[in-house]
């Protein structure tokens, strides 16, 4: 099975900084990648689909790239109600595998 | 506007049996494959299972083949998920989801909390 790590497990960050978040899948996955924000006691809300897609309403300073191993979601200039759990999901045909997320705290 | 409610989650003692449902309101529900993600307490995401459209196309997690069977009524716009043999390292949120075309998902429910405790 593929397997998909993220780090940092936990970034600090203030308002205003710029903030990358790193998953690195087991074996090649071409761009089948999403990002998913989280908030305590709330469902995941999709934020990129096909490793770098913004998915409608979500604001452009959330960005995606990568390709086949290693993936990166990028926050430019964070704002306050981005500070959430993030995790990454790869997707196929018959299972679907997240990373163990990554946790935005404030600095 | 998309609306997914999910319904049946309680105390269950372990080795017993737990059915989850989810309404499904604002969409083609029959059109769609649908989902069921958990969290466990403080953890982290872990899909469990989704079926396609027609009921037809059906994937488990392997933590929970054999166990859980996940199955729709779209006349209903309903999806289920029945749980047997319930361990405690089943204690979670469930989720359901609407896939997008078989990949991720655009919309979630609020979930529902299942407990495995004697």
């Known amino acids: 099975d593929i397997q998909m790590t993220q780090s940092p497990s936990t970034l600090s960050a203030s308002v205003g900084d710029r903030v990358t978040i790193t998953c690195r899948a087991s074996q090649s996955i071409s761009t089948w990648l999403a990002w998913y924000q989280q908030k305590p006691g709330k469902a995941p809300k999709l934020l990129i689909y096909?490793?770098?897609t913004l998915e409608n309403g979500v604001p452009s300073r959330f960005g995606g790239s990568g390709s086949e191993t290693e993936f990166t979601l990028t926050i430019n200039s964070l704002q306050p109600d981005d500070f959430a759990t993030y995790y990454c999901q790869h997707y196929d045909t018959n299972f679907r595998t997240f990373g163990q997320g990554t946790k935005v705290e404030i600095k | 506007q998309v609306h997914l409610v999910e319904s049946g989650g309680g105390l269950v003692k372990p080795g017993r049996s737990l059915t989850l449902s989810c309404a499904a309101s604002g969409f083609n529900f029959g059109d769609h494959y649908m989902s069921w993600i958990r969290q466990a307490p403080g953890k982290g995401l872990e899909w469990v299972s989704h079926?396609?459209?027609?009921?037809?196309?059906?994937y488990y997690a392997d933590s929970v083949k054999g166990r859980f069977t996940i199955s729709r009524d779209n006349a209903k716009n309903s999806l289920y998920l029945e749980m047997n043999s319930l361990r405690a390292n089943d204690t979670a949120v469930y989720y359901c989801?609407?896939?997008?075309?078989?990949?991720?998902?655009?919309?979630w429910g609020q979930g529902a909390l299942v407990t495995v405790s004697s």
């Open positions: 096909k490793a770098s």
């Open positions: 989801a609407r896939d997008v075309g078989a990949t991720t998902w655009d919309h």
């Open positions: 079926i396609s459209g027609s009921g037809l196309t059906i």
